[in-house]
């Protein structure tokens, strides 16, 4: 958590966390058997080995990714081929049709930012090529399409919960076909499970969302910190991993694969309102569009918000990113950049699409959890960025 963002990144907790549950919403976990784990990146991992995915095959990942997508494949020993996607995110599958070789075991596909890949296509050419395909529904949690939850493609899907929930960690594998039996996932350790929870209010605190509450946690949290400093050394072992923007380095661990979710966030995340997730977010989404969406200086990847999409976040390509990034930087604009590290194994000029977005697609926060002076004061700043 960066000290110097002004508004909160990601969903807060707070007693609106829960208000009452209005339509269903579809969401990955309706895809399939699921197995709740510690981060994505580790759900990628888990569900590679449960395929027994090691050294010598080869794993498709988009141009366009994120390290958290490549590290789990390194760890499992296997060699990531990328392909290229087209301008609209799209993967292009008669790229990676070109790259496969007999090695080839996985397709990753992500729905990038909450915007559904055509997955039956995906399907196909899984099924063409005897491929796994993974759904990688980090940004997706919840939508669908033609009547199935995000994730329902897939051999595997692997979503991210903290993305979606006012949680400090927590993602989920989920298996459409069946494949998870047999596989366990171990319960986090006590203390660390406290800290996960701690963490979380202590993020409600930062952005005082916890009413007259803030004052007394705020006190409490500063003994919680000489009492962690205290306990550290015993229990490093199982840590849950922070919740940041890690940049370069995701920080993955592979000692950690099998480590499940919290207990607090599996309570949280049962007992949030879906429908106010994705009520919020579709709204605050809609705001950002018709406020920024035709200002000179730069476009949104997605001009528009097909019905029953939840989106993660608000991409909007710059057409002069280094100039604009520091600009929201320094005044505490919480945005950052899918892609901005891409892996070093790629080779350069392999796909022109990706390099550019890695550059100058920025996405801001369009959570559930933002108030409404807070996603204005974004906007404004959004906007004297650009001028
Ligand atoms: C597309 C994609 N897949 C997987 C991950 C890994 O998720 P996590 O951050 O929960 O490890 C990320 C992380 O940002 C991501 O953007």
Not at 107 to 134: N, S, T, V, W
Not at 197 to 212: C, M, P, S
Not at 293 to 308: A, D, I, K, V, Y
Request: hydrophobic fraction near 40%; include cysteine.
């Amino acid at each position: 958590m960066s000290l110097s963002e002004k508004i909160p990144k990601n969903p807060v907790l707070s007693c609106l966390s829960f208000g009452r549950e209005g339509e269903p919403v579809p969401s990955i976990l309706d895809a399939g058997e699921v197995r709740y784990l510690n981060r994505g990146s580790l759900a990628i991992a888990f569900a590679l080995k449960h395929a027994g995915i090691s050294s010598g095959d080869e794993v498709l990942i988009p141009a366009y990714h994120c390290l958290a997508m490549v590290e789990p494949v390194l760890w499992a020993g296997a060699q990531p081929v990328f392909f290229r996607i087209m301008g609209n995110t799209g993967l292009d599958l008669e790229d990676a049709e070109r790259r496969l070789t007999g090695n080839c075991r996985v397709l990753i596909a992500p729905h990038y930012f909450g915007f559904p890949q055509d997955m039956l296509k995906a399907r196909e050419f899984c099924d063409r090529h005897g491929l796994i395909l993974m759904e990688d529904c980090a940004h997706a949690f919840f939508g669908g399409t033609a009547g199935h939850p995000l994730g329902s493609c897939g051999d595997y899907a692997i979503g991210s919960a903290w993305k979606f929930f006012p949680v400090d960690e927590g993602a989920c594998v989920v298996s459409p076909r069946g494949r998870l039996g047999g596989s366990a996932t171990k319960p986090m350790g006590f203390f660390s499970g406290i800290k996960s929870f701690l963490n979380t209010l202590e993020y409600a605190v930062k952005y005082r969302r916890l009413g007259w509450f803030n004052p007394v946690f705020r006190l409490a949290f500063r003994l919680k910190d000489g009492l962690w400093s205290m306990l550290k050394p015993k229990t490093a072992q199982n840590l849950p991993i922070k919740n940041e923007n890690r940049g370069g380095s995701t920080g993955f661990d592979g000692n950690r694969v099998d480590l499940g979710m919290s207990r607090s966030s599996r309570m949280i995340m049962s007992a949030s309102s879906k429908s106010r997730m994705s009520r919020n977010r579709r709204e605050n989404y809609l705001k950002l569009l018709s406020r920024l969406g035709n200002l000179p200086g730069c476009r949104p990847l997605f001009g528009t918000l097909p019905e029953g999409v939840v989106p993660y976040v608000f991409p909007l390509v710059m057409e002069n990113p280094e100039k604009v990034f520091p600009r929201l930087k320094e005044e505490g604009v919480p945005v950052i950049r899918f892609g901005e590290y891409l892996s070093e194994d790629m080779e350069k000029g392999l796909c022109r699409v990706s390099e550019d977005y890695s550059r100058r697609v920025f996405q801001f926060p369009c959570h559930q959890d933002l108030k409404p002076e807070e996603l204005e004061w974004m906007m404004n700043k959004i906007e004297e960025a650009l001028k």
